[in-house]
Every structure is written in C-alpha cells, then in structure tokens.
T-cell receptor
Framework: QKEVEQNSGPLSVPEGAIASLNCTYS??????FFWYRQYSGKSPELIMF????GDKEDGRFTAQLNKASQYVSLLIRDSQPSDSATYLC???????????FGKGTMLLVSP | EAGVAQSPRYKIIEKRQSVAFWCNPI?????LYWYQQILGQGPKLLIQ????????DSQLPKDRFSAERLKGVDSTLKIQPAKLEDSAVYLC?????????????FGNGTRLTVT
C-alpha cells in the first residue's frame, strides 16, 4: 500500500518568514513528486514538481527531494497571507501509475 | 486553453438515490482521473483512464460506483445507491500523457451531499 504522510498542521508563520512543509513516502519506487496548493472550497492547483535528488527553485518556492530518506519538502520564502492554504504532496511511480496524495498540511500566514 | 469542465457543481441527494457526474478533460489529454476528496483529507483516486481503457480502478467501490469514458474523451461517474459516507467532493483531472512529469489539471469539482 503506497502511503504519503504529511503533518496536518496548521503550520502558522508570520508574514515574510520561510514556511517549511514536509512529506514522507513509503514506496522506494516512487519517481516523481508534486506539490499542489488548495484553497478552501477550491480544487488543487499545481505549484511545482521534482524528480531528481536535490533542490528545485521556482520563484519563492523551493522543492527539496531526498530519495534515500524518502522525504520531499517545500519551502516558501517571504510567505504572504495569500499563501494561506492547504498544501498537498503527491507521489507517482513511473509509467502508467496513479498520483497518490497525502492528507495535506494547512498553512496559515499571519500579517 | 480551456480547463477541465465538470458538472454539476453541487448535488444534494438522499441516501439510496443515484447520481451521476460528468467531466470533459482538456482537449488532447489522454489520461483522465476521478478522485474523491472527503473534507479534511487528500484526494483519493477512484479510477484512472488512459484513452478509453481503465488503468487503475482498485479503489473504486464497484458494488455502487461505476465510471465510463466513451470515445476516450468525456467521462461519467455514477453512484447507485448512494450512502451517507459518499458525501465528498468529486474531482476530475486530466493529464496530457502518463509520464513521470505530467502534472494533473483539476476541474472545479462536484460537491455531493448525501442526506
């Protein structure tokens, strides 16, 4: 059974701080990893994906992947109140495989 | 590019009734997914289609749920009969191809309430 674990939060950070969101996964065969943001009452929207060990940066967002530790994280620099949402980690095996989601971490950024 | 279209947006039914949801993926997207998202949880895959063939339906409660994708484009998800625990948001998503890095694009979802 493939599992994706996230702390449900809420994670509270002040405006301008760095928010760090973490995700672990159980299947060592997992090959690609996605972070989605979901505002309350809305559908998930893609932030970024990563499939190589190391860091990947996109604007204020940095995804970090450590396959040996089966760990992926998302850093949000200069957090804004508009970043307040639930962040979903999703994991995929290679080939014709499904995207398995974690339960999400709620992030609250206070002004 | 038009996004993933879903209808209806909201549906309220009584238990034991039937309901159907419709999804039109992004044009050209071969892979279509139906996810169920219960409040406070992450999306759970119900079924995945590649063109009009089923790739994964291992978590679909087949005694009450059914889905089809005619001609490899639109898809319909049906629940019959509905139970209280089926209350959730049903999300349809599509991707351009089933490769490692193809992201899923989600529709706005259908919020189902079973009373």
């Amino acid at each position: 059974q493939k599992e994706v674990e996230q702390n449900s939060g809420p994670l509270s950070v002040p405006e301008g701080a760095i928010a760090s969101l973490n995700c672990t996964y159980s299947d060592r065969g997992s090959q690609s990893f996605f972070w989605y943001r979901q505002y309350s009452g809305k559908s998930p929207e893609l932030i970024m994906f990563i499939y190589s060990n190391g860091d990947k940066e996109d604007g204020r967002f940095t995804a970090q992947l450590n396959k040996a530790s089966q760990y992926v994280s998302l850093l949000i620099r200069d957090s804004q109140p508009s970043d307040s949402a639930t962040y979903l980690c999703a994991v995929r095996l290679g080939g014709y495989s499904t995207l398995t989601f974690g339960k999400g971490t709620m992030l609250l950024v206070s002004p | 590019e038009a996004g993933v279209a879903q209808s209806p947006r909201y549906k309220i039914i009584e238990k034991r009734q039937s309901v159907a949801f419709w999804c039109n993926p992004i044009s050209g997207h071969a892979t279509l997914y139906w996810y169920q998202q219960i409040l406070g949880q992450g999306p759970k895959l119900l079924i995945q289609f590649q063109n009009n063939g089923v790739v994964d339906d291992s978590q679909l409660p087949k005694d009450r749920f059914s889905a089809e994708r005619l001609k490899g484009v639109d898809s319909t998800l049906k629940i019959q009969p509905a139970k209280l625990e089926d209350s959730a948001v049903y999300l349809c998503a599509s991707s351009s191809r089933d490769s490692q890095t193809s992201p899923l694009h989600f529709g706005n979802g259908t919020r189902l309430t079973v009373t």
